[in-house]
Protein backbone atom coordinates (compact mmCIF):
# COMPACT_ATOMS: atom_id res chain seq x y z
CA UNK A 1 0.00 0.00 0.00
CA UNK A 2 1.16 3.38 -0.83
CA UNK A 3 1.58 6.08 1.94
CA UNK A 4 2.79 9.51 1.96
CA UNK A 5 3.13 10.73 5.03
CA UNK A 6 4.08 14.94 5.38
CA UNK A 7 5.67 16.19 8.49
CA UNK A 8 7.55 20.18 9.61
CA UNK A 9 4.13 22.28 9.24
CA UNK A 10 3.35 24.43 12.47
CA UNK A 11 3.34 27.97 13.04
CA UNK A 12 5.50 30.35 12.19
CA UNK A 13 6.18 34.02 11.87
CA UNK A 14 5.73 36.07 8.92
CA UNK A 15 9.65 35.83 7.54
CA UNK A 16 10.25 32.83 9.39
CA UNK A 17 11.42 29.43 7.75
CA UNK A 18 10.37 25.78 8.04
CA UNK A 19 10.88 22.60 6.18
CA UNK A 20 8.52 20.65 5.46
CA UNK A 21 9.42 16.61 4.79
CA UNK A 22 7.27 13.36 3.58
CA UNK A 23 8.19 10.24 3.74
CA UNK A 24 6.47 7.89 0.99
CA UNK A 25 6.16 4.08 1.63
CA UNK A 26 5.14 1.35 -1.11
CA UNK A 27 6.47 3.42 -3.91
CA UNK A 28 9.38 3.37 -5.74
CA UNK A 29 11.27 6.37 -5.30
CA UNK A 30 13.53 6.40 -8.14
CA UNK A 31 11.39 7.44 -10.89
CA UNK A 32 8.32 9.76 -11.75
CA UNK A 33 7.81 13.01 -10.24
CA UNK A 34 6.89 14.34 -7.03
CA UNK A 35 4.70 17.43 -6.26
CA UNK A 36 4.36 19.91 -3.40
CA UNK A 37 0.56 20.68 -3.68
CA UNK A 38 -1.12 23.49 -1.04
CA UNK A 39 -4.66 24.66 -0.20
CA UNK A 40 -5.44 27.85 1.88
CA UNK A 41 -8.02 27.18 3.97
CA UNK A 42 -11.28 27.54 2.15
CA UNK A 43 -9.34 27.71 -1.04
CA UNK A 44 -8.58 25.76 -3.76
CA UNK A 45 -5.81 23.71 -5.06
CA UNK A 46 -2.49 25.30 -6.09
CA UNK A 47 0.79 23.61 -7.59
CA UNK A 48 3.13 24.56 -5.57
CA UNK A 49 6.05 22.86 -6.97
CA UNK A 50 7.72 18.94 -8.15
CA UNK A 51 10.63 17.17 -8.95
CA UNK A 52 11.81 14.55 -10.43
CA UNK A 53 12.62 11.74 -8.11
CA UNK A 54 16.55 11.35 -9.24
CA UNK A 55 16.88 15.31 -8.67
CA UNK A 56 17.55 15.51 -12.13
CA UNK A 57 14.95 18.19 -12.50
CA UNK A 58 12.95 20.53 -10.15
CA UNK A 59 10.39 23.32 -10.46
CA UNK A 60 8.76 25.50 -8.31
CA UNK A 61 6.32 28.26 -8.76
CA UNK A 62 7.27 31.45 -10.46
CA UNK A 63 5.82 33.58 -7.67
CA UNK A 64 7.75 31.53 -5.03
CA UNK A 65 10.90 31.43 -6.56
CA UNK A 66 13.42 32.43 -4.13
CA UNK A 67 11.53 31.43 -1.34
CA UNK A 68 10.69 27.91 -1.65
CA UNK A 69 13.27 25.15 -2.58
CA UNK A 70 12.50 21.64 -3.47
CA UNK A 71 14.63 18.72 -2.47
CA UNK A 72 14.49 14.90 -2.33
CA UNK A 73 16.44 11.97 -0.92
CA UNK A 74 16.24 8.67 -2.74
CA UNK A 75 17.96 6.55 -0.25
CA UNK A 76 15.39 7.74 2.08
CA UNK A 77 12.26 7.66 -0.05
CA UNK A 78 12.14 11.12 1.00
CA UNK A 79 10.85 14.96 -0.19
CA UNK A 80 11.45 18.38 1.10
CA UNK A 81 10.21 21.82 0.62
CA UNK A 82 12.20 24.70 2.18
CA UNK A 83 10.26 27.65 2.42
CA UNK A 84 11.49 31.15 4.16
CA UNK A 85 10.36 34.56 4.13
CA UNK A 86 7.11 33.22 5.38
CA UNK A 87 4.10 35.67 4.38
CA UNK A 88 0.68 35.21 6.12
CA UNK A 89 -0.64 34.12 2.70
CA UNK A 90 1.42 31.00 2.90
CA UNK A 91 -1.27 29.69 4.82
CA UNK A 92 -2.01 26.44 3.78
CA UNK A 93 -2.40 22.94 3.98
CA UNK A 94 0.67 21.82 2.03
CA UNK A 95 0.61 18.28 0.72
CA UNK A 96 2.77 16.02 -0.58
CA UNK A 97 1.94 13.46 -3.87
CA UNK A 98 2.76 11.48 -7.29
CA UNK A 99 -0.11 12.65 -8.75
CA UNK A 100 -2.45 9.75 -8.30
CA UNK A 101 -1.07 9.35 -4.43
CA UNK A 102 -1.74 12.17 -1.80
CA UNK A 103 -0.90 12.56 1.82
CA UNK A 104 -2.79 14.13 4.95
CA UNK A 105 -1.28 16.98 4.28
CA UNK A 106 1.03 19.17 6.88
CA UNK A 107 -0.69 22.94 7.92
CA UNK A 108 1.55 25.57 8.30
CA UNK A 109 0.32 28.95 9.75
CA UNK A 110 2.06 31.57 9.24
CA UNK A 111 0.99 34.45 11.72
CA UNK A 112 2.28 36.77 14.24
CA UNK B 1 -0.28 29.91 -17.77
CA UNK B 2 -2.71 28.04 -18.60
CA UNK B 3 -6.26 28.88 -17.08
CA UNK B 4 -8.60 26.35 -15.67
CA UNK B 5 -12.70 27.29 -15.59
CA UNK B 6 -15.37 24.77 -13.93
CA UNK B 7 -18.59 25.09 -14.46
CA UNK B 8 -21.14 25.30 -12.29
CA UNK B 9 -19.13 26.61 -9.13
CA UNK B 10 -21.42 24.39 -6.82
CA UNK B 11 -24.82 22.32 -7.77
CA UNK B 12 -27.43 19.87 -5.72
CA UNK B 13 -28.01 16.66 -7.24
CA UNK B 14 -30.90 14.35 -5.60
CA UNK B 15 -29.75 11.02 -5.00
CA UNK B 16 -29.79 8.89 -7.61
CA UNK B 17 -29.53 11.48 -10.08
CA UNK B 18 -26.66 12.26 -12.72
CA UNK B 19 -24.33 15.10 -12.34
CA UNK B 20 -22.07 16.98 -14.52
CA UNK B 21 -19.32 19.33 -14.01
CA UNK B 22 -18.06 21.26 -16.90
CA UNK B 23 -13.86 22.35 -17.26
CA UNK B 24 -12.45 24.73 -19.53
CA UNK B 25 -9.08 25.08 -20.19
CA UNK B 26 -7.37 28.54 -22.13
CA UNK B 27 -6.04 26.31 -24.10
CA UNK B 28 -5.70 23.22 -25.84
CA UNK B 29 -4.32 20.37 -24.17
CA UNK B 30 -3.08 18.32 -26.10
CA UNK B 31 0.40 17.43 -25.77
CA UNK B 32 2.58 17.32 -28.39
CA UNK B 33 3.02 13.41 -27.42
CA UNK B 34 -1.01 13.09 -28.45
CA UNK B 35 -2.03 12.59 -24.83
CA UNK B 36 -4.63 15.24 -23.40
CA UNK B 37 -3.44 15.92 -19.52
CA UNK B 38 -6.08 16.24 -18.19
CA UNK B 39 -7.35 15.07 -14.54
CA UNK B 40 -9.93 15.11 -12.26
CA UNK B 41 -9.75 14.94 -8.30
CA UNK B 42 -12.31 14.56 -5.77
CA UNK B 43 -12.20 16.33 -2.27
CA UNK B 44 -14.22 14.89 0.01
CA UNK B 45 -15.00 17.36 3.77
CA UNK B 46 -11.51 17.10 5.67
CA UNK B 47 -9.99 14.52 3.30
CA UNK B 48 -7.19 14.82 0.74
CA UNK B 49 -7.49 15.14 -2.83
CA UNK B 50 -7.90 12.08 -4.33
CA UNK B 51 -7.68 11.25 -8.06
CA UNK B 52 -10.31 9.71 -10.41
CA UNK B 53 -9.52 10.25 -13.68
CA UNK B 54 -6.59 11.22 -15.29
CA UNK B 55 -5.52 11.77 -19.51
CA UNK B 56 -9.53 12.74 -19.79
CA UNK B 57 -11.27 9.53 -19.25
CA UNK B 58 -8.97 6.58 -17.37
CA UNK B 59 -10.59 5.72 -14.16
CA UNK B 60 -7.97 5.31 -11.43
CA UNK B 61 -8.77 1.89 -9.61
CA UNK B 62 -11.17 2.17 -6.76
CA UNK B 63 -13.06 4.68 -9.03
CA UNK B 64 -16.58 3.73 -9.44
CA UNK B 65 -17.73 3.48 -12.96
CA UNK B 66 -20.76 5.59 -12.83
CA UNK B 67 -18.05 7.89 -12.62
CA UNK B 68 -16.54 8.95 -15.94
CA UNK B 69 -14.53 11.43 -17.83
CA UNK B 70 -14.84 12.86 -21.76
CA UNK B 71 -13.88 15.93 -23.87
CA UNK B 72 -11.15 17.23 -25.98
CA UNK B 73 -9.25 20.03 -26.86
CA UNK B 74 -10.31 22.72 -24.52
CA UNK B 75 -13.88 21.19 -22.82
CA UNK B 76 -13.83 18.47 -20.49
CA UNK B 77 -16.88 16.78 -18.68
CA UNK B 78 -16.87 14.63 -15.37
CA UNK B 79 -19.52 13.20 -15.46
CA UNK B 80 -21.45 10.94 -12.30
CA UNK B 81 -24.38 8.68 -13.40
CA UNK B 82 -26.28 8.50 -10.10
CA UNK B 83 -25.00 10.59 -7.53
CA UNK B 84 -24.67 8.63 -4.35
CA UNK B 85 -24.35 10.42 -0.60
CA UNK B 86 -20.59 9.58 -0.60
CA UNK B 87 -19.99 11.58 -3.89
CA UNK B 88 -20.10 14.82 -1.79
CA UNK B 89 -17.40 16.75 -1.78
CA UNK B 90 -15.31 19.15 -4.19
CA UNK B 91 -14.19 18.30 -7.59
CA UNK B 92 -10.83 19.65 -9.47
CA UNK B 93 -9.98 19.38 -13.22
CA UNK B 94 -6.33 19.97 -13.57
CA UNK B 95 -4.07 20.09 -16.79
CA UNK B 96 -0.99 18.43 -16.80
CA UNK B 97 -0.12 18.98 -20.29
CA UNK B 98 1.68 22.81 -20.42
CA UNK B 99 3.80 22.77 -16.93
CA UNK B 100 4.96 24.38 -15.53
CA UNK B 101 2.57 25.21 -13.55
CA UNK B 102 0.26 22.75 -12.93
CA UNK B 103 -2.96 24.40 -12.78
CA UNK B 104 -6.04 23.55 -11.61
CA UNK B 105 -9.60 24.58 -12.02
CA UNK B 106 -11.61 26.72 -9.11
CA UNK B 107 -13.56 23.42 -7.55
CA UNK B 108 -17.10 22.43 -8.32
CA UNK B 109 -19.33 21.83 -4.48
CA UNK B 110 -21.08 18.72 -5.05
CA UNK B 111 -24.22 18.83 -2.71
CA UNK B 112 -26.52 15.42 -2.46
CA UNK B 113 -30.01 15.99 -1.77
Known amino acids: EVQLMESGGGLVQPGGSLRLSCVASGVTFTNGWMSWVRQAPGKGLEWVAN????????YVLESLKGRFTISSDSAKNSLFLQMSGLRVDDTAMYYC?????WGHGTLVTVSS | EVVMTQSPNSLAVTLGQPASISCRSS???????????LNWFQQRPGQSPRRLIYKVSNRDPGVPDRISGSGSGTDFTLKISRVEAEDAGVYYCMQGTHWPPYTFGQGTKLEIK
Open chain 1, 97 to 101: TTGSY
Open chain 1, 51 to 58: IKQDGSER
Open chain 2, 27 to 37: QSLVHTDGSTY
